[in-house]
């Protein structure tokens, strides 16, 4: 009777234990339930107006300013919207840029910011450089390592006289170059040679003539013996 006993509870052992790791695995893929904090949902836990931050280099000198009319956080995702974003870039012998647009977005990080809607980049001239301003309806910007980049059509304006528009671009300020992706095309009109100044003509000097002496017509003396009107002296006997 024992052994029959056993030979029918090792079974049922079995079962019991094979429906406890089935519990345990469906809790375990399971999704997590929903909080009911709120922070979930993609509401800003803290607006700011008139926001600015700045940020440093290990030397202690301004690596850039970020400004903003406003600036609403997200704990859901730990990013940052921005309107009217204003964002300034120094570098130690090099140019200051700014950058500005309508709408901003800065990630949980801080490394990235995207700037929309009428964006606009502005590097003064340096050096030889004529000022270079840039326009895009989107722009992304990765501060700490200078580089700026779009998918979207760019226009670029060096000086007054050129003119580039593209689409997609990507931009190195460490080492101040520019890769524009495709639909180049570029409208450079060659500055007006500046007019030279001629130069005022010397003064002639009025050239002085040594006046030759005239001539004198000399006159031929005759001696008195040979002169034809000289009287002949007079034989004597």
Known sequence: MQGRTNTILFPLAVLGLLALITLWIDRTVQPPEPRVDGSTRHDPDYI???FVTTKTDATGAISHILKASEMRHYPDDDSTELTNPHFTQFGVGKPTTTIEGKRG????KGDVVEFRDDVRVVRPAFADRPEMTLTTQYLRVEPDKEIASTD??????QGPKSVVHAVGMYYDKKNQTIQLNKRVRSHYERPAAKPQASKPKAA???RQVAAKPAASKSSKSTPAGNSKNAKQPTKTK
């Open 48 to 50: 700011l107006n008139n």
């Open 204 to 206: 002639s000097k009025p």
């Open 152 to 157: 979207q059509p760019v226009v670029i304006t």
């Open 105 to 108: 977005h800065v990630s949980s």
